[in-house]
Nanobody, 123 residues
Framework: VQLQASGGGSVQPGGSLGLSCTASGRIIDIGIWNWYRQAPGKQRELVASIDSRERTTYEESVKSRFSISRDGAAKRSSLEMNDLKSEDTAVYYC?????WGWGLAEAKESNFWGQGTQVTVSS
């Protein structure tokens, strides 16, 4: 199982960016999707989560600006980021609890990470 993140880049303050993360491999189902970020010199922090019922949670500083979604058929999660601020600059990582294996009888649950993608907000 692999998680492949895409998107990110550089934007001016107030701008918008979108991130996507697609899972591939012997996937039976995906539970919770998470997006984390890590700014230089800081610990990795949880930014947003969406569970299998599409219930969402957000870190306080991104509420009303970020929106997390998921597409079960495409095995993908997206993070839409609006009104970006300089403090949003970080490497962003996707993360998911994945049920995987050849079939339900031998399904395993593991947590996987995507590679980081840089988001830079600067004038």
């Amino acid at each position: 199982v692999q998680l492949q993140a895409s998107g990110g880049g550089s934007v001016q303050p107030g701008g918008s960016l979108g991130l996507s993360c697609t899972a591939s491999g012997r996937i039976i189902d995906i539970g919770i999707w998470n997006w984390y970020r890590q700014a230089p010199g800081k610990q990795r922090e949880l930014v947003a989560s969406i569970d299998s019922r599409e219930r969402t949670t957000y870190e306080e500083s991104v509420k009303s600006r970020f929106s997390i979604s998921r597409d079960g058929a495409a095995k993908r999660s997206s993070l839409e980021m609006n009104d970006l601020k300089s403090e949003d600059t970080a490497v962003y990582y996707c993360n998911a609890d994945v049920y995987w294996g050849w079939g339900l009888a031998e399904a395993k649950e593991s947590n996987f990470w995507g590679q980081g993608t840089q988001v830079t907000v600067s004038s």
